[in-house]
């Protein structure tokens, strides 16, 4: 079974019916505001942005998607159809050979960001039309439950109901929603009800944040905003102690590499032989960061990165999983597969742990 762990939409084509609200928050639901159909050109007029401005606008990358510019042919444009045509998806998974494939929104940030009572409406309408979306391709396409980190509070309720009543397999986890980083105590109810449902928190960055949008364009944001994401979510997970506090929390990093978690695992050791003397700057840990990690945290590789041997001995054959961003851009689609299994770094053993038995365990399929 090959397994796709990273797969997006393209829900922004259809805001309107995506986040249609009810009241009181129906003032809310976006309002289509031209005439194109649904494509990469329909726009909406709304105020569910929750992202900074200044981040997003630099962030932006309408060409690559514009079919009239024809960035590398129009392959990438024509592709999008996939984003929101199931029945489009399949066939193209078909083409690696993927027999089922996580996925999440395109905006990550307006389905988990927003604040308050409005934002858990709009994770709840997300959950309901992706479930709705996939009707007839349950067993090809396991949604990711977006949870309202706007609004913890509402977040147990809203996993316990995608992963027993809509039947999904996995939950988000924002890296940290302004001012909050993970280890806040409002998320311990999070992630005691996630361990207690058995199912895996998926920790999807996007590329923005106070760092990283202070850049001036994409290419530096692309770059550096996930890393930077998953980085502090790493961080106040392992040294924040709720990992020691939570033990059965599964965590899933994305888009960073599998090398990236090395480094930090590294220097958290490090500090950790000066540290732990100061139980205030170690989050009362009871062993080192690094078994926190090995025990508790996952990466998705990439097909393609320099080095893979080295994060499955480190890290541990177990740990890694094949993601094709499908149909992103920088997606390595339709050669992720293949170029997994072309390496010569890696076992023909590891190649079918990274390619989906590690995702089947994970997952409970």
């Known amino acids: ?136 391709y349950e067993e090809t396409f396991l949604p990711c439950a977006m949870a309202p980190a706007g609004c913890p509070e509402a977040m147990p309720d809203e996993a ?46 996007n590329s923005n944040g106070d760092l990283t949008d202070r850049f001036d364009n994409f290419y530096k944001t692309h770059v550096m905003g996930r890393v930077m994401n998953c980085t502090a979510a790493l961080i106040a997970l392992v040294l924040g102690g709720v990992f020691e506090k939570f033990p059965r929390l599964k965590v899933v990093f994305f888009e960073c590499s599998a090398e990236w978690i090395l480094f930090w695992m590294h220097r958290m050791d490090d500090d950790y032989e000066w540290a732990k003397d100061f139980s205030q700057l170690t989050g009362h840990l009871s062993m080192a960061p690094s078994e926190y990690i090995k025990r508790n945290c996952y990466v998705t590789c990439e097909a393609d990165e320099r080095d893979l041997a080295t994060p499955i001995r480190e890290l541990g054959e177990d740990r890694i999983f094949m993601a094709t961003d499908y149909p992103h851009f920088d997606s390595e689609y339709p050669h992720t597969v293949s170029g997994i299994e072309k390496r010569t770094d890696i076992t023909d053993g590891q190649k079918e742990k990274i390619l989906g038995e590690n995702a089947k365990e994970l997952l409970n399929l």
């Not at 084509?13 to 329909?42: C, I, W």
């Not at 079919?67 to 392959?75: C, I, Q």
């Open 160 to 205: 316990t109901r995608c992963v027993k009543e809509l039947g999904f397999k996995a939950t988000h986890l924002v890296p940290y929603v302004g001012s909050r980083n993970l280890d806040d105590p409002i998320f311990y109810p999070y992630y005691e009800t996630v361990q207690d449902l058995g199912v895996p928190l998926f920790c999807h960055p």
């Open 1 to 136: 079974m090959i397994i796709d762990l990273d797969s997006h939409l393209r829900e922004g084509y259809f805001m309107d019916e995506v986040y249609k609200l009810g009241e009181p928050f129906a003032q809310f639901t976006p309002r289509k505001a031209n005439d194109e159909g649904r494509s990469h050109g329909t726009r909406f007029i709304h105020s569910l942005e929750p992202l900074n401005p200044q981040g997003l606008a630099t962030h932006k990358h309408p060409y690559i998607y514009d079919p009239k510019v024809n960035w590398r042919a129009g392959e990438i444009a024509e592709r999008q159809v996939g984003g929101y045509d199931m029945a489009r998806r399949q066939d193209d998974i078909r083409r690696e050979r993927i027999d089922k494939e996580i996925i999440f929104p395109t905006g990550i940030s307006i389905a988990t960001q927003n604040q308050g009572r409005l934002g858990a409406a709009v994770a709840r309408a997300f959950n309901d039309w992706v479930a709705d979306l996939v009707k007839g």
